[in-house]
């Protein structure tokens, strides 16, 4: 059972644009919702990170929008750039000394010039 | 320079061999993973290990083994149980099992023909 639902599978931007990427959980444990930033052939990397007491999270360019109650949240790249082109993973986290994060399975975000 | 370091970046096998995949990291990380990426499923957990001398079975661990005798070190090795071998494998750690950054390396492709 997927516990975390990311949409869409591909995006394409132009530059200067904002891009927007969904993602959807069901379990209610989660203390952490991380979204991580993958370029071709190079590891993921932690972008940004937000609990779920908290609505908006912002840093740069790089906004997290959390609805508790929907159970939702999203991802926007303002002013999306050629370099923000890759794969984004959002991940819900189970804390504790079992846990472990559950990942979303990735948006390929491709930025047009 | 700190980091994980994955080795080699490129392993091509035969069918039915047993391979090992190294992962060593310098952060002084408690807890260490290993993820499989298939294309369009995301990250999904293999083994993960939140001290030394112990680990435990993620998703997807069926044909795997992993040991993890020293600190910085936790190779996987995928036997020839494994029916699809093929794929881009990750290795992270974290300051400890639980924490929702996650440091990865550059992963290892491994094609088995």
């Known amino acids: 059972q997927q516990q975390v639902k990311q949409s869409p599978q591909s995006l394409i931007v132009q530059k200067g644009g904002i891009s927007i990427i969904n993602c959807a959980y069901e379990?209610?444990?989660?203390?952490?919702f991380p979204w991580y930033q993958q370029f071709p052939g190079k590891g993921p990397a932690l972008l940004i990170a937000?609990?779920?007491?908290?609505s908006e999270k912002k840093e740069g360019r790089f906004t997290i929008s959390f609805n508790k109650s929907a159970k939702q949240f999203s991802l926007h790249i303002m002013d999306s750039q050629p370099g923000d082109s890759a794969t984004y993973f959002c991940?819900?986290?189970?804390?504790?000394?079992?846990?472990?994060?559950?990942f979303g399975k990735g948006t390929k975000l491709s930025v047009k010039p | 320079d700190g980091g994980i370091t994955q080795s080699p970046k490129y392993l091509f096998r035969k069918e039915g061999q047993n391979v090992t995949l190294s992962c060593e990291q310098n952060l002084n990380h408690d807890a260490m993973y290993w993820y499989r990426q298939d294309p369009g499923q995301g990250l999904r957990l293999i083994y993960y290990?939140?001290?030394?001398?112990?680990?435990q079975k993620g998703d997807i661990a069926e044909g795997y083994s992993v040991s993890r005798e020293k600190k910085e070190s936790f190779p996987l090795t995928v036997t020839s149980a494994q029916k699809n071998p093929t794929a881009f494998y990750l290795c992270a750690s974290s300051r400890r099992q639980g924490a929702y950054e996650q440091y990865f390396g550059p992963g290892t492709r491994l094609t088995v023909t």
């Open positions: 290990s939140q001290i030394v001398n112990d680990f």
């Open positions: 379990n209610t444990a989660f203390d952490y």
């Open positions: 991940a819900g986290n189970y804390g504790g000394s079992q846990g472990n994060l559950i």
């Open positions: 937000i609990r779920p007491d908290v």
